[in-house]
């Protein structure tokens, strides 16, 4: 079956622009994170959704970054007022659902990333 | 603080040998832990995982053995094939969290 895509495969901005990164998750997977990896660095997780309870942002460095999904699938990550800093490859995942708190754990799933570079 | 750390940022292995691939955690609480490998742009894919509840998990050329008392992973691969050539990360679910917590990484090269 179709794996997590993401989309655009690259992106390159002025500072100070706003960028929108899209993923589509696995059909199924109601569990959806974003991630990013900074050059030398391991990934960092940004926000979680798990079907249709609240988000969890605690990942998010900024204000300037939000995230929505809409209808339990797709997902849009959105950084404002984009910052040299920003600049990593942005990770989607998805799982069939959140895990730990069921006391069940399943694997996320990546999709390509897309890698933004801010000039 | 680094919670999850591979203190190896590379490793060299002959085709056909053992790779062993380290991961050190600081939280007692973590109690499931998993491997990921990565190629450049593409995404990471899933290896293996374990539970706390195991010391060991087998699937093919890769097992995965935890030591909770050391607070320390390792992932074995054998025998090692050139096509193993990649980025691994280890990955750790803890508690109530629904994220995984990643290591830094380690780029294996396999030598033919």
């Known amino acids: 079956g179709a794996g997590v895509s993401q989309s655009p495969s690259n992106k390159v901005t002025e500072k100070g622009k706003d960028v929108e990164l899209r993923c589509d998750p696995i059909?199924?997977?109601?569990?959806l994170y974003w991630y990013r990896q900074s050059l030398g660095q391991g990934l960092e997780f940004l926000i979680y959704f798990q079907g249709n309870s609240a988000p969890d942002k605690s990942g998010l460095p900024s204000d300037r970054f939000s995230a929505e999904r809409t209808g339990g699938s797709v997902s849009t990550l959105t950084i404002q007022r984009t910052q040299q800093e920003d600049s990593a490859v942005y990770l989607c995942a998805s799982s069939l659902e959140g895990g730990g708190s069921s006391g069940t754990y399943y694997e996320q799933y990546f999709g390509p990333g897309t890698r933004l570079t801010v000039t | 603080d680094q919670q999850v750390k591979q203190n190896s940022p590379s490793l060299s292995v002959q085709e056909g040998r053992i790779s062993i691939l380290n991961c050190d955690y600081t939280?007692?609480?973590?109690?499931?832990f998993l491997w990921y490998k990565k190629y450049p742009a593409e995404g990471p894919t899933f290896l293996i995982s374990i539970s706390s509840i195991k010391d060991k998990n087998e699937d093919g050329r890769f097992t995965v053995f935890l030591n909770k008392s050391a607070k320390h992973l390792s992932l074995h691969i054998v025998p090692s094939q050139p096509g193993d050539s990649a980025v691994y990360f280890c990955a750790v679910y803890g508690g109530a969290t629904n994220k995984l917590i990643f290591g830094t990484g380690t780029l294996l090269a396999v030598q033919p």
């Open positions: 939280n007692s609480m973590f109690d499931y």
């Open positions: 059909s199924g997977h109601t569990a």
